[in-house]
T-cell receptor
Framework: AQTVTQSQPEMSVQEAETVTLSCTYDTSESDYYLFWYKQPPSRQMILVIRQEAYKQQNATENRFSVNFQKAAKSFSLKISDSQLGDAAMYFCAYRSYNQGGKLIFGQGTELSVKP | DAGVIQSPRHEVTEMGQEVTLRCKPISGHNSLFWYRQTMMRGLELLIYFNNNVPIDDSGMPEDRFSAKMPNASFSTLKIQPSEPRDSAVYFC?????????????FGEGSRLTVL
């Protein structure tokens, strides 16, 4: 069975600085998706960034980028130029590429942004 | 286009009462997921459907929980009888079965409090 581990329950960053959130996963599959979701206090789950395992290039969405290391089964999220609105719980998630695969979440990392 | 719609947003009930949570997935999506979120256990998958058929209900905690998807545009999660330990936020999510997208789109969640 696949598992996702986020080893940092809490992180803090100064506004305008850069922060990296860690995520590791375990799977025997070769094709899969990885995601980072953001959950602000409103509790809405918002997709931040997506990575397909077959793509070697790291995904980037504006200030958000990932460092995807397939062999090491590592998928970290880098937030550049942190803003107060980035404060939220961040979840790393895995989904099998096979049809209808469920999304498996890590435990989450609570990010606070200091002004 | 409307996102995943869940109702009610908040539900407060007394132990022993029946609770029904409702979900309307995004039109055209053919996978539907029910998750439960608590502080202690994080985000747990309860059950998911592909093309209205339940695929994996191994996360349903007890016989008190049941879920149905009578058609492609509607699903319910029922708890009968409810207990205080069922208090949580219940999320519904939908996605396409296959393709390059892979992500799940979440509703705003239903916060359940059982007294």
């Amino acid at each position: 069975a696949q598992t996702v581990t986020q080893s940092q329950p809490e992180m803090s960053v100064q506004e305008a600085e850069t922060v990296t959130l860690s995520c590791t996963y375990d799977t025997s599959e070769s094709d899969y998706y990885l995601f980072w979701y953001k959950q602000p206090p409103s509790r809405q789950m918002i997709l931040v960034i997506r990575q397909e395992a077959y793509k070697q290039q790291n995904a980037t969405e504006n200030r958000f980028s990932v460092n995807f290391q397939k062999a090491a089964k590592s998928f970290s999220l880098k937030i550049s130029d942190s803003q107060l609105g980035d404060a939220a719980m961040y979840f790393c998630a895995y989904r099998s590429y096979n049809q209808g695969g469920k999304l498996i979440f890590g435990q989450g990392t609570e990010l606070s942004v200091k002004p | 286009d409307a996102g995943v719609i869940q109702s009610p947003r908040h539900e407060v009930t007394e132990m022993g009462q029946e609770v029904t949570l409702r979900c309307k997935p995004i039109s055209g999506h053919n996978s539907l997921f029910w998750y439960r979120q608590t502080m202690m256990r994080g985000l747990e998958l309860l059950i998911y459907f592909n093309n209205n058929v339940p695929i994996d209900d191994s996360g349903m905690p007890e016989d008190r929980f049941s879920a149905k998807m009578p058609n492609a545009s509607f699903s319910t999660l029922k708890i009968q009888p409810s207990e205080p330990r069922d208090s949580a936020v219940y999320f519904c999510a939908s996605s396409v079965l296959a393709g390059a997208i892979g992500e799940l789109f979440f509703g705003e969640g239903s916060r359940l409090t059982v007294l």
